[in-house]
C-alpha cells in the first residue's frame, strides 16, 4: 500500500511539469498550421505571432496547472477513498476466510483488473468531462482578453475566433485524454503487482 501511495502521489507533479510544455507546443503548432491552410486574409506579422505565442503560453501554463492539480486530486481522492478501500477491503476478508496458501489464480488477477479498469474509467471520464468545458471556457475567455487588452491593430474576425475554439477544443481533449489514460494505466498495473 505504502509503494501505491508514493508511486501515485509522485506521479501527479510529474505530469503537471511536463504536460503543459507538450500541450503548449502542439497547441502552437496546430494553430498556425490551420492560420496558413485556410489563407487568412490578415498576415501574421511577428508581433502579433510573439504576442500570441506569449498570451497561450501564460493562458494554458495557469489554466492546466490548475485543471490538471485539481484533476488529479479529485480523481485520487475518490479513487482511493473509494475504489481501493472497497476493493481491498472484500478481497482481504475473502482470502481470510478461505484462508488461501496459494497465489492468486488467474481468473483472479482478471476479475480484479477489469474492477479497478471500470471503477476508474468512469470516475476518470466524468472527471475529464467537468475538466474539459471547465478548461476550454477558462482558456478562450483568458486569451481573448489578454488580446483585447494588448490592443490588437488586426481585428479578429469569425473564423479566426472558430480556429482558436476548435483548435484549443481539440488539442486539450487530446492531452487530458491521453493523460488520463496513462495515469490509469500506471495505477493499475502498480496495484495489481503490489496485491499480487
Same mark, same amino acid.
Given at each position: 500500500?505504502?509503494?501505491?501511495?508514493?508511486?501515485?502521489?509522485?506521479?501527479?507533479?510529474?505530469?503537471?511539469?511536463?504536460?503543459?510544455?507538450?500541450?503548449?507546443?502542439?497547441?502552437?503548432?496546430?494553430?498556425?498550421?490551420?492560420?496558413?491552410?485556410?489563407?487568412?486574409?490578415?498576415?501574421?506579422?511577428?508581433?502579433?505571432?510573439?504576442?500570441?505565442?506569449? =498570451?497561450?503560453? &501564460? #493562458? $494554458? %501554463?495557469? !489554466?492546466? @496547472?490548475?485543471? +490538471?492539480?485539481?484533476? /488529479? *486530486?479529485?480523481?485520487?481522492?475518490?479513487?482511493?477513498?473509494?475504489?481501493?478501500?472497497?476493493?481491498?477491503?472484500?478481497?482481504?476478508?475473502?482470502?481470510?476466510?478461505?484462508?488461501?496458501?496459494?497465489?492468486?489464480?488467474?481468473?483472479?488477477?482478471? =476479475?480484479?483488473? &477489469? #474492477? $479497478? %479498469?471500470? !471503477?476508474? @474509467?468512469?470516475? +476518470?471520464?466524468?472527471? /475529464? *468531462?467537468?475538466?474539459?468545458?471547465?478548461?476550454?471556457?477558462?482558456?478562450?475567455?483568458?486569451?481573448?482578453?489578454?488580446?483585447?487588452?494588448?490592443?490588437?491593430?488586426?481585428?479578429?474576425?469569425?473564423?479566426?475566433?472558430?480556429?482558436?475554439?476548435?483548435?484549443?477544443? &481539440? #488539442? $486539450? %481533449?487530446?492531452?487530458? @485524454?491521453?493523460? +488520463?489514460?496513462?495515469? /490509469? *494505466?500506471?495505477?493499475?498495473?502498480?496495484?495489481?503487482?503490489?496485491?499480487?
Amino acid at each position: 500500500m505504502l509503494q501505491i501511495l508514493l508511486q501515485i502521489i509522485i506521479m501527479p507533479q510529474v505530469m503537471l511539469q511536463v504536460i503543459p510544455q507538450v500541450t503548449l507546443q502542439v497547441t502552437l503548432q496546430v494553430m498556425l498550421q490551420l492560420m496558413l491552410q485556410v489563407k487568412l486574409q490578415v498576415k501574421l506579422n511577428l508581433m502579433l505571432r510573439v504576442m500570441l505565442q506569449v =498570451m497561450l503560453q &501564460v #493562458t $494554458l %501554463q495557469v !489554466t492546466l @496547472q490548475v485543471t +490538471l492539480q485539481v484533476t /488529479l *486530486q479529485v480523481t485520487l481522492q475518490m479513487t482511493l477513498q473509494v475504489t481501493l478501500q472497497v476493493i481491498l477491503q472484500v478481497m482481504l476478508q475473502v482470502m481470510l476466510q478461505v484462508k488461501l496458501q496459494v497465489k492468486l489464480h488467474l481468473m483472479l488477477r482478471v =476479475m480484479l483488473q &477489469v #474492477t $479497478l %479498469q471500470v !471503477t476508474l @474509467q468512469v470516475t +476518470l471520464q466524468v472527471t /475529464l *468531462q467537468v475538466t474539459l468545458q471547465v478548461t476550454q471556457q477558462v482558456t478562450l475567455q483568458v486569451t481573448l482578453q489578454a488580446m483585447l487588452q494588448v490592443k490588437l491593430q488586426v481585428k479578429l474576425n469569425l473564423m479566426l475566433w472558430v480556429m482558436l475554439q476548435v483548435t484549443l477544443q &481539440v #488539442t $486539450l %481533449q487530446v492531452m487530458l @485524454q491521453v493523460t +488520463l489514460q496513462v495515469m /490509469l *494505466q500506471v495505477m493499475l498495473e502498480v496495484i495489481i503487482q503490489v496485491m499480487l
